[in-house]
DNA sequence: TTGAAAGCGTTACCAA
DNA sequence: TTGGTAACGCTTTCAA
């Protein structure tokens, strides 16, 4: 059997709660001589003592675990540069304030109140959002702090959101193409990500950009593997521009534009979004918003940590936070000046 | 205050163990009549009863997390294709059996054992193991089962192991270089990995299948974002092909060869290893051993699960599992015949 | 300054 | 079939 508490402290010949002391900094008002502080620890190492962390856990009710919730995670691609950019910020934040990041499937609904906030985590990052599935309002008084990555402003009121600045983001992409003659523009997404905030919001946002350029435009829903560019190889093609819900959508209609001798940017421009790494390597090099993903995975850990730490008082009255992350257009090969008979 | 097994019992009027039973399927020789069950049910309902599972936890010396460790986990880069099929496999594993996945910064080790050896998870998956710096042998009896993604046969005596058939994979592509007319080939690793148990059994199962070939060969120790091929540019070059340890650095190698006007295949032959759907996208498209990633991490998951679930005497006794997975060559473009010259 | 005792929420054990 | 009681390991509170 493993050595508990008390049997350190029966065999150095003090209480438990100086051993707690010594060894977890957790009594309050216990003072240990340097002496006796050195021989319990001693007589721990001798006895192979092992604090039991879910008997920590349960008697202090925090676990210094942070759950990480995508939805859709069914839909990770090898390819996908989004996930370690988003993983790398959040353990950024999170390791070295002694937490570690725990992932779940979903946000397992039972009854109207998230199973997850059942005290297992001590907050929850909820990652790409999908309000179709869950009630936003069974998290805010769920009793576990919340934050939201790529949740848009005002999509869940009282939850603090973190999200790129999707219509900003659009209109310089439209400028962009609008300033290199493009008049036939069309917006690409996979139906996944349509399903999120996000994807909504980033897609209203093309919309509102294009309106205001007065540009003929149309949303394209369609597989991000394999889209279908048929209708691109006649003369008279439906778009000259295609902006991509993300990097990976822009890579799979790169690859089809190139199946079908389709040339980029000769013919038909394309830009990508987040401009990771991934754009450097495509040939044409990719087009792209530039999204700092990692940061915004840092800063949203950070402040779901200051949630957790922080009195519920706090930062319940304070007000949710929103952060709206301004995303610059990197320009590289894959777009350029419209083809002269469109 | 939220509400307690006990104080669902209490409005129901029955024990608290009728209400685990119920609610939790816990109570072993407890029958429960349905009439009562759906009562407790009811009251659980109206009281808004939420088990508390870090008690849960507590009592039954259980979390249903599974730890998956990494080391260098800061090497995580954006357009590393690993870490999503890999967290594919784990979670396709995990999820379905109701557990979470736990991300740790690393193996924190407190004394000679690992301090997350203390209940927080009922399980660990060692990825990418790195014995520079922790010792196996605090691991075999620490009391968790812990379970070794790519780590080589023999590595870690006693723990379960699954690895890439690293030696026939350097066979076959040694083979293909050779028949190719490849004399004078190189590996190519970043120091990071070189600190893997699995970067050092790569390396030298590239130098056994070279010596068996008589081939010309070399290990060059490359920063992998910013390879220096200078030296390939003249006409004598030191070698005709190079055989990457990732993908990635396949990747960068391939960049660096068009940075310097460096024709692949027509003057270097490169090979990267896991051929991850990154290799459809280069130009060339890129030559990679395949390794299957996500099942490997699957069965390890899978494993790890067995061993988390059946007694110890049973895994303990039945000895160290030990799989290794054939790796074939995915031919593509990046490979050719060696220039006349050399 | 130290120690004893109570209690966190759950479930197993044992008695009725 | 049912329910009371004790115990899991730790930390806080209160008393000495």
Not at 120 to 138: E, K, M, N, T, Y
Request: glycine content about 6%.
């Amino acid at each position: 059997m493993r050595a508990t508490i008390r049997d350190v402290a029966e065999a150095a010949g003090v209480s438990a709660m100086a051993v707690s002391k010594v060894l977890h900094g957790k009594g309050t008002n216990v003072r240990v001589s340097d002496a006796k502080a050195e021989l319990i620890r001693k007589v721990a190492r001798e006895l192979h003592y092992r604090p039991n962390q879910n008997a920590r856990n349960f008697r202090n009710q925090k676990t210094n675990l942070i759950g990480v919730v995508f939805q859709h995670f069914e839909g990770l691609t090898d390819d996908n540069p989004y996930l370690p950019q988003m993983l790398n910020g959040v353990m950024a934040a999170l390791f070295p304030a002694g937490y570690t990041m725990g992932i779940c499937p979903s946000l397992i609904l039972d009854g109207n109140a998230p199973a997850i906030a059942d005290g297992r985590f001590d907050g929850i990052l909820w990652a790409r959002p999908d309000f179709s599935a869950a009630s936003v309002d069974s998290f805010r008084y769920c009793g576990v702090p919340v934050v939201m990555l790529h949740a848009p402003t005002g999509s869940a009121e009282g939850i603090p959101t973190f999200c790129a600045n999707n219509d900003l983001a659009m209109q310089r992409v439209v400028d962009h193409l609008y300033d290199l003659g493009h008049r036939k523009v069309a917006f690409v997404i996979d139906p996944v990500p349509l399903l999120t905030a996000e994807g909504v919001a980033r897609r209203a946002a093309f919309e509102r950009a294009a309106q205001s350029r007065n540009l003929d435009f149309e949303v394209l829903v369609v597989d991000q593997t394999e889209p279908d560019l048929t209708a691109y190889k006649s003369s008279n093609r439906p778009h000259t521009a295609l902006i991509a819900y993300s990097d990976t959508q822009a890579g799979g209609l790169l690859k089809a534009a190139e199946a079908l001798g389709i040339d980029v940017p000769g013919e038909l421009s394309v830009v990508g979004f987040d401009s990771s790494t991934f754009c450097e390597r495509t040939k044409p090099r990719l087009t792209s918003v530039f999204q700092p993903v990692e940061q915004m995975a840092r800063d949203a850990t950070n402040y779901l940590l200051t949630m957790v730490n922080d009195a519920e008082s706090t930062w319940r009255e304070s007000g949710a936070v929103t952060s709206l992350y301004d995303c610059h257009l990197d320009v590289r090969e894959s777009t350029g000046p419209c083809p002269p008979s469109n």
